[in-house]
Nanobody
Framework: QERLVESGGGSVQPGGSLRLSCVAT?????MTWFRQVPGKEREWVAT????????FYNDSVKGRFAISYDDDKRTLYLQMNALKPEDAADYFC???????????????????WGQGTQVTVSS
């Protein structure tokens, strides 16, 4: 059973930056960030295939967010820059084995989840 623990959320003004972290007890090939606003479906943000370091981004965050990981620390990161009010959400780290690649981004594909960390963007 993999355990994922996120941290790094907080409150920032529009245009600000935050870096989220997710520590994993075991490493999976497909490591992903999702976000969710209360009352809405969980939205895929970014994925990294840790077997080849290829990242994938939702168009809404492309150019502003960067996903990365540290194998030695078993830690996944999400650097979020130029934050907008619409980025405010609970952010979740998720993991799954690399079955057929890492390009299936639906939340239902993921079997391991963290508890979430809250990001607030407001002036």
């Amino acid at each position: 059973q993999e355990r994922l623990v996120e941290s790094g959320g907080g409150s920032v003004q529009p245009g600000g930056s935050l870096r989220l972290s997710c520590v994993a007890t075991r490493w999976s090939a497909c490591m992903t960030w999702f976000r969710q606003v209360p009352g809405k479906e969980r939205e895929w943000v970014a994925t990294i295939d840790t077997e080849n370091s290829i990242p994938f981004y939702n168009d809404s965050v492309k150019g502003r967010f960067a996903i990365s990981y540290d194998d030695d620390k078993r830690t996944l990161y999400l650097q979020m820059n130029a934050l907008k009010p619409e980025d405010a959400a609970d952010y979740f780290c998720a993991a799954r084995p690399r079955i057929g690649g890492c390009t299936a981004f639906e939340a239902t594909q993921y079997i391991f989840w963290g508890q979430g960390t809250q990001v607030t963007v407001s002036s």
